[in-house]
């Protein structure tokens, strides 16, 4: 089983947004078969706090304007990474050093990556 096709266009939504914010290295990786909870993990980086934090902000506005709204919200108060969990996906906003001590992508490499138009 793939992601549905409403959760690939959930994250592209946020992908595009996160680029209007300048975010580097979008990527969306299609977990549904690895994972019961989610579809899609779409990872963006930011090279500061603020700008994680801009990021963030821009893709919960793009997506309330399609009436979605985060279950939850994670990692606000220092912007070094933030979770957005809209079920269906999780995005991933942290700051470049995060994401490289972190490394998400080594994780989920195995999963299909998704193509975003961002």
């Known amino acids: 089983m793939s992601a549905a096709e409403h959760s690939i266009e ?16 979008p990527v969306a990786f299609d977990v549904s078969e690895r994972l019961a909870i989610t579809d899609i993990f ?8 603020r700008q994680v934090g801009a990021i963030v902000d821009g893709i919960e506005e793009a997506l309330l304007k399609r009436k979605l709204k985060p279950t939850r919200r994670e990692g606000g108060r220092d912007n070094r990474w ?7 996906v999780v995005i991933h906003v942290q700051h470049s050093e995060e994401r490289a001590l972190y490394s998400l992508e080594r994780l989920w490499k195995d999963c299909p990556v998704i193509k975003l138009d961002a």
Not at 82 to 88: A, I, K
Request: glycine share 4%.
């Open 42 to 49: 779409l990872i963006v980086s930011a090279g500061n706090e």
């Open 10 to 25: 959930i994250a592209r939504w946020a992908a595009a947004a996160a680029a209007d914010k300048l975010a580097q290295d």
């Open 82 to 88: 933030v979770l957005l969990d809209y079920l269906d």
